[in-house]
Structure formats: C-alpha cells, structure tokens
C-alpha cells in the first residue's frame, strides 16, 4: 500500500509542478519536449530546449544561453529606450519654445493690432478736421456765389426794365455804365 501511494503521490508532485504558478511560463517551455527554454539557436532565431539542442533540428547549430540572450536584448531595448527618452525630452523642449513663440507672436500681434487702431483713429480725427475745413471754404465760396450770382440777377433786372422801357436817350446815356457793370 505504502508503495502504490507513493506513486500515486510522485504522479499528484508531478503535476501539480508541471501546473503551478511557480514553473516557469507555459510560452517558456517547448512544445515538443515539455522541457524549460534554455538555449537560443543563433542559425535559426528561436529558442529551444536542451533535447532540441541535442538530438532535435538544431544538433550541430551555434547555440547560445538563452539568458544571455535575453540580457543582450534588455540591454538593446533599454538603448533605444533611453534614446527615446532623449528623444521625448528634446521634442517636449521644442514643444515649449514653440509655445513661447507662439505667447510671443500673439503678444505682437496684440500690440500691433493696438498701434494700428490709434494709428487709424488718429487718422480718422485729422480726415475729420480736413473735411470740416474744406466743407467750411466750400460754403464761402457757395455764399460768395450766391450773393455774385444775387448781384448779376439785380443788374440783369435793371437792364431788362430800361429795355422795355424803350427811352432812347435814357439808354444811350446808361450804356456805358451798363458795360462797365458787366
């Protein structure tokens, strides 16, 4: 009985070893042989076991110790990764200048913008002023106009009345200073 037990207990060990959390990874071991990945074949890139190593596909391939591997890996990545890094800084660097220029750009753009404002107000007052005393010359001369044209209506007026008035000597007489006025 002790010995059948005993079997049946080495089985049970078995299996609970080759199931348990504490065995390595399922994607760690070898399809074929159920073995631990411990080697890497150079000529085939793939990991394999030692029984793949052996007697397997790969017998007479140049192997190497699968953690060896790993390690020249995880310093490989850790490069690229640290350059990266690099990289990541440098670009978040650029990213704040281009925001400080652009702060700038709108700053300028700001003041600028001001300038112009004043600039068209102050040119809007002085278009205003000029037209004022443009217009205001425009309406002395309409006025001097408007009294001239006053005047030659008056004479007019006289002329046409002496005119009709048919006196010949009284026209005669007049139409030197009529000429004169005119």
């Given at each position: 009985v002790f010995l059948r037990w005993g079997g049946e207990l080495s089985t049970l060990i078995s299996t609970v070893i080759s199931s348990s959390s504490l065995h390595e990874d399922q994607s760690d071991m070898c399809a074929q042989h159920s073995k631990i990945l411990s080697t890497f074949c150079q000529q085939?890139?793939?990991?394999?076991?030692?029984?793949?190593?052996?007697?397997?596909?790969h017998q007479g391939h140049v192997m190497k110790d699968l953690d060896e591997v790993y390690r020249e890996h995880v310093n490989a990545i850790s490069g690229h990764v640290a350059s990266l890094r690099g990289a990541q800084v440098r670009l978040l660097e650029q990213m704040q200048e281009v925001e400080k220029n652009v702060t700038m750009i709108l700053r300028c753009h700001t003041t600028v913008k001001t300038d112009i404002d004043r600039y068209c107000a102050a040119l809007n007052t002085r278009m205003e002023e000029?037209?004022?005393?443009?217009?205001?010359i425009l309406l002395q001369r309409k006025?001097?106009?408007?009294?001239?044209?006053?005047?030659?209506?008056?004479e007019l007026a006289k002329v046409d009345s002496k005119l009709r008035a048919n006196e010949k000597v009284g026209l005669i007489l007049c139409s030197t200073h009529l000429a004169q006025n005119f």
């Open positions: 085939c890139s793939v990991c394999i076991c030692v029984n793949c190593a052996l007697f397997g596909a000029e037209l004022k005393k443009k217009l205001a006025d001097r106009l408007y009294q001239y044209t006053q005047e030659v209506s008056n």
